[in-house]
C-alpha cells in the first residue's frame, strides 16, 4: 500500500484493533465517526495523530479530544 502526502502531513487513527492512515484531517474524524460503534470509551486506547513533515524535520502530535469533540459535532 501507498498513501501520497499532497502537503507533507497525513493521519493516523488508532483504534484497539487497527491503525490507519488518511491524508486529510476531515478524512481522519469521519473515519473515526464511522468506527466509533466498536469503540468503549471507558477503556479503549483511541487516537487521532497529526504527522507534519518538513524537509528532515518531523512533528508528531496527538490531536486533542477537545478538537476531536468539536469536529465530530460539526465544528472546524
Known amino acids: 500500500m501507498v498513501l501520497s502526502v499532497d ?6 487513527v488508532h483504534l484497539p484493533d487497527e491503525k490507519t492512515l ?3 484531517e ?5 473515519y ?4 466509533s460503534e466498536d469503540v468503549d470509551p471507558e ?4 487516537s487521532v495523530v497529526r504527522v507534519e513533515v518538513e524537509g528532515e524535520d518531523w512533528t508528531i502530535a ?7 469533540a468539536l ?3 460539526g465544528g472546524k
Open 32 to 35: 473515526l465517526r464511522d468506527q
Open 7 to 12: 502537503d507533507g502531513t497525513f493521519y493516523l
Open 43 to 46: 477503556s479503549d486506547d483511541v
Open 71 to 73: 469536529r465530530l459535532m
Open 62 to 68: 496527538e490531536m486533542s479530544w477537545q478538537t476531536i
Open 22 to 24: 488518511h491524508n486529510e
Open 26 to 30: 476531515d478524512e481522519a474524524i469521519d
